[in-house]
């Protein structure tokens, strides 16, 4: 028996019967290296594999009157299945029909008194491929352990020798299910620890508040801010119907860009969204005269806890420049506000998230949950909170086979909330960014002119680094640097290497800002 965190908990209470708290992947498995993949094949595979992967077998029991977070107990009446399931599109399917069928699963919440997960191997597709739709539970999972599943479910090779984390796994033994004493004797004794955690987290919030009133009044701030998101049609009360839509582009051309215009690659990611964007709202005559407002889920999981399950993410916010015509002043801000967003994030704390959420109950947040979508608060509001979700995963740049089947493409998807029905993420994989737009269907009907337009979007990037040509030695060259919040990111060797885009313009090369006073640690 093993106790949500706070923010493993929230996921959970925040679901509605509109707002449903999965996250999704679409795959497309390329069977011509298998001697026999089938549907009855990827069912031994899982099953040979579950032992790898704990949510898989577990299942929540609530603890009475919804006074602490439920627990995860291996369910003795798993039965793989229920979970894995065969489908199929008309032959020769396109990506667009298993989108379209990906939107039915989507639309659909997860059964809470089963495993929370969910496999559909879709036949039909064009050229003999494979789709597999994976839906799991983000109380279950954030992006990086996403990626850690990924890791336990496929393979180098179509047909590899025996893995020793699949031999010397545990055979697998369910749990006793707690009943209704158990769960509350459990529970009291969490909580009486409440008052402690209170005050610290009340302290530090206190702390990181003045520094960030400190930051935005010391102007010059471009990083995004909550509640200052201009009010969009995206930005209503959502419905349980969803749309998705793909997309992709070239990693290692994205890198190129990256490297020409001496920005990061995250950066070139959020132009590319920002510049589609743009056009997107152009074409509904929804463009507004400020930044759109987008939350970036960024992973605070340190080296002790990978290949755990669970949530270690907190949040930042994007800020991204539609209202800006010419694409690399767009660039520039968007350059800029990331770094400023990053600093302001390592100044609230990166664990600020995950402290608050161990404060709230779960029958507090369900209930605020449910006074908001019965009063539609979020259409009461000029502004919106946030505008979108976007979030970037890194994935793996080698081949990978699942049952001897070789994976082609991967896009996944995030949840929409009331206020933002649009979730954007991306995850690289050989030498391919993979997007995945997922959004309320009545809201964001036109979701597929939205992904069309990434490939005019990338090109419109492209031939700014066209124009500029190629880097020179004194380019910044990327390492990895730790954050006060102990977190990895990437950042230039030396501030003094940072970009000025807008003299890069007009001089047709490189050049530097003026160093900072002091270093940036």
């Known amino acids: 028996m093993e106790r949500l965190s706070g923010l493993d908990a929230a996921f959970l209470s925040l679901e509605s019967p509109a707002a449903h708290m999965h996250v999704l992947s679409v795959a497309i498995v390329d069977p011509s290296d298998a001697t026999d993949f089938d549907f009855g094949r990827l069912r031994e595979h899982l099953l040979e594999r579950l032992p790898l992967i704990p949510p898989f077998r577990r299942r929540l029991v609530n603890v009475p009157f919804g006074l602490h977070y439920p627990v995860w107990v291996e369910d003795p009446f798993f039965d793989i299945d229920y979970h894995v399931q065969r489908a199929a599109i008309p032959f020769p399917g396109t990506k667009h029909q298993l989108a379209e069928f990906a939107a039915g699963v989507a639309g659909r919440a997860l059964d809470r008194d089963r495993p929370l997960w969910e496999m559909y191997y879709v036949e039909g597709l064009e050229g003999g491929c494979v789709g597999l739709i994976s ?24 047909n590899p020798a025996p893995r020793m984390d699949v031999v010397l796994a545990p055979d697998w033994e369910p749990d006793h299910v707690p009943n209704d004493a158990e769960l509350l004797g459990h529970a009291m004794v969490s909580i009486m620890r409440q008052p402690v955690r209170i ?71 959020l132009a590319i969204a920002t510049s589609a964007l743009r056009e997107y709202l152009i074409s509904r005559d929804e463009l507004p005269d400020k930044p759109l407002i987008c939350s970036v889920p960024t992973s605070v999981r340190t080296e002790d806890q990978k290949n755990t399950m669970g949530n270690r993410v907190s949040s930042l916010f994007a800020s991204l420049p539609v209202h800006i015509e010419e694409p690399l002043e767009r660039l520039q801000h968007i350059h800029e506000a990331m770094s400023q967003a990053k600093d302001m994030h390592d100044e609230i704390g990166a664990n600020t998230l995950q402290d608050l959420a161990e404060l709230a109950s779960p029958a507090m947040l369900s209930g605020v949950m449910r006074m908001v979508t019965s009063l539609k608060l979020t259409d009461r509001f000029g502004s919106a909170v946030h505008n979108a979700v976007i979030s970037n995963v890194p994935g793996p740049p080698f081949p990978l086979y699942i049952a001897g089947g070789r994976l082609v493409a991967m896009h996944p998807f995030g949840p929409i909330f009331d206020g933002a029905a649009l979730n954007l993420t991306v995850i690289s994989y050989l030498d391919s960014i993979d997007f995945g737009f997922l959004a309320c269907r009545e809201l964001m009907p036109d979701l597929d002119s939205l992904a069309v337009l990434v490939a005019s979007a990338f090109d419109e990037i492209a031939g700014l680094a066209a124009t500029i040509g190629a880097p020179t030695p004194s380019a910044p060259a990327t390492t990895r640097r730790t954050t006060r919040t102990g977190v990895a990111s990437e950042t230039t060797q030396s501030p ?26």
Do not use: C, W, Y
């Open 135 to 158: 839906k799991v539970h983000h109380s279950a999972i954030d992006g990086l352990s996403g990626v850690d599943i990924m890791a336990h479910l496929f393979d180098l090779e179509p």
């Open 199 to 269: 005050a610290r987290t009340a302290a530090k919030m206190a702390g990181s508040a003045t520094k960030i009133v400190q930051r935005v009044r010391g102007g010059n701030n471009k990083a995004g801010l909550p509640m200052t998101a201009p009010k969009l049609t995206m930005n209503g009360m959502i419905t349980p119907h969803r749309k998705i839509a793909l997309a992709s582009v070239s990693l290692s051309e994205v890198k190129r860009v990256k490297d020409v215009l001496g920005v990061k690659l995250n950066d070139v990611v």
């Open 496 to 521: 003094a290497t940072e970009i000025d885009l807008r003299e890069r313009r007009a001089t047709g090369g490189l050049s530097r800002v003026a160093p900072r006073s002091s270093p940036r640690r």
